[in-house]
Nanobody, 127 residues
Framework: QVQLVESGGGLVEVGGSLSLSCVVS????????IGWFRQAPGKEREGVSC???????YYTDSVKGRFTISRDNAKKTVYLEMNNLKPEDTAIYYC?????????????????????WGQGTQVTVSS
């Protein structure tokens, strides 16, 4: 079955860096989009960055220039490098894929387009 497992979250000071990883299994990652989303308490789940199978990348405006997404299909892993972290980056970070589903297909880096989700990893930025 499709599985996504995030790791790399933690507590960091303002201006610090973290690297998140998402290891996928159960499907051919090469053909699908992978996205990083985050959800802070009381807020909706937000698309942070997505990378399509063709390499096309999207970043939400608030992370442009600070976050970098990449994928290694051979290792079945997607990464999110986060630099110059700010308190407003504090959230649970999830990776997701539109995956082998007839009900989900990537059109934009938005949660409804993604049908398979990891369990999330907490990122906390202290001021």
């Amino acid at each position: 079955q499709v599985q996504l497992v995030e790791s790399g979250g933690g507590l960091v000071e303002v201006g610090g860096s973290l690297s998140l990883s998402c290891v996928v299994s159960g499907f051919a990652m090469d053909y699908y989009a992978i996205g990083w989303f985050r959800q802070a308490p009381g807020k909706e789940r937000e698309g942070v960055s997505c990378i399509r199978s063709n390499g096309e990348i999207y970043y939400t405006d608030s992370v442009k220039g600070r976050f970098t997404i990449s994928r290694d299909n051979a290792k079945k892993t997607v990464y999110l490098e986060m630099n110059n972290l700010k308190p407003e980056d504090t959230a649970i970070y999830y990776c997701a894929t539109d995956g082998p589903s007839q009900r989900h297909y990537y059109t934009a880096c938005v949660a409804p387009d993604f049908g398979f989700w990891g369990q999330g990893t907490q990122v906390t930025v202290s001021s």
